[in-house]
């Protein structure tokens, strides 16, 4: 089993869709969850950073940790056609020095206008 | 601004031409590192840096070397690149390795 698991897609929506994107993992001592969006030909950017369990709403993005269940998700309300891009979350023990970011493969999304 | 730059952006090589990717950070972080990205595999990473001459293996450093002796600077280095070394080369840089990475723009490698 991979440690951490990303439908890869391609996941395409109308314009004003919600839109939920979802990773599991398996190493129950992950903390620090963290959802990146990559625009075509460019590199990674940080998008939302959550610690442990629990929402973390900003503004039409909203992440979602649940650890009993392993399981991350990153809802992105009233989508449009400037979201399209590949989504990989990230996740590491404690955030610092210990261990490295695992990454997963990434979701495409296309918002069509 | 804080910024990473790559270069080159692009380059097309032929099969062991030796070949250095550079990676520059004004962000004064002390973790530097190396991912290839490929489609289906996502991002892998290839060496990273805790600190100047201090540089350790990734999940894919074969073929691969890198140096670092200046804090701002982390080379990549393909001594004779074959094909399978084609992809799209990132260098991050945060203020430790767990923490939020800084990706540079990407270098686009053919090797034919």
């Known amino acids: 089993q991979k440690e951490v698991e990303q439908d890869p897609g391609p996941l395409s929506v109308p314009e004003g869709a919600i839109v939920s994107l979802n990773c599991t993992y398996s190493?129950?001592?992950?903390?620090?969850f963290m959802w990146y969006r990559q625009y075509s030909r460019k590199g990674p950017e940080l998008l939302m950073y959550?610690?442990?369990?629990g929402n973390k709403e900003d503004g039409r993005f909203t992440a979602q940790v649940d650890k009993s269940s392993k399981y991350i998700s990153l809802f992105i309300r009233d989508s449009q056609p400037s979201d399209s891009a590949t989504y990989l979350c990230?996740?590491?023990?404690?955030?610092?020095?210990?261990?490295?970011?695992?990454f997963g493969k990434g979701t495409k999304l296309s918002v069509k206008p | 601004e804080a910024q990473v730059t790559q270069n080159p952006r692009y380059l097309i090589t032929v099969t062991g031409k030796k070949l250095t990717v550079t990676c520059s950070q004004n962000?004064?972080?002390?973790?530097m590192s190396w991912y290839r990205q490929d489609p289906g595999l996502g991002l892998r990473q290839i060496y990273y840096s805790m600190n100047v001459e201090v540089t350790d293996k990734g999940d894919v450093p074969e073929g691969y070397k890198v140096s670092r002796k200046e804090k701002r600077n982390f080379p990549l280095i393909l001594e004779s690149p074959s094909p399978n070394q084609t992809s799209l080369y990132f260098c991050?840089?945060?203020?430790?390795?767990?923490?939020?990475?800084?990706f540079g723009p990407g270098t686009r490698l053919t090797v034919l």
């Open positions: 991050a840089t945060s203020l430790r390795p767990a923490d939020t990475q800084y």
């Open positions: 190493n129950s001592a992950f903390q620090y």
């Open positions: 959550t610690y442990s369990s």
């Open positions: 962000m004064n972080h002390e973790y």
């Open positions: 990230a996740m590491s023990l404690d955030g610092g020095s210990q261990g490295n970011l695992i």
